[in-house]
């Protein structure tokens, strides 16, 4: 998981370059594989706190429902 969040935060590091240097290519690639590792990060969080987020979820709506 650790390598999913330096392979991101060097991707956002890329675009970032690439938006300072005024240069307009159009990286629409890049911006895929950002959607497609943050969608990776998601499903890697989702993989290791599924339990507890839907525990989160059901307590909260539990609350908001009076049960």
Same mark, same amino acid.
């Given at each position: 998981? =650790? %390598?999913?969040?330096? *392979?991101? =935060? *060097? &991707?956002?590091?890329?675009?970032? *370059? @690439? !938006?300072? %240097?005024?240069?307009e290519?159009?990286?629409?690639p890049?911006?895929?594989?950002?959607? @497609?590792?943050?969608?990776? &990060? +998601?499903? !890697?969080?989702? *993989?290791?706190?599924?339990? =507890?987020? @839907?525990? @989160?979820?059901?307590? !909260?709506?539990?609350? +908001? %429902?009076?049960?």
């Amino acid at each position: 998981m =650790q %390598s999913l969040v330096r *392979a991101h =935060q *060097a &991707l956002i590091n890329r675009v970032r *370059a @690439l !938006a300072e %240097s005024g240069e307009e290519r159009g990286d629409v690639p890049g911006w895929v594989l950002i959607t @497609l590792m943050t969608a990776a &990060l +998601v499903a !890697a969080i989702w *993989a290791v706190a599924q339990g =507890q987020i @839907l525990d @989160l979820f059901e307590r !909260a709506m539990n609350k +908001v %429902s009076g049960i």
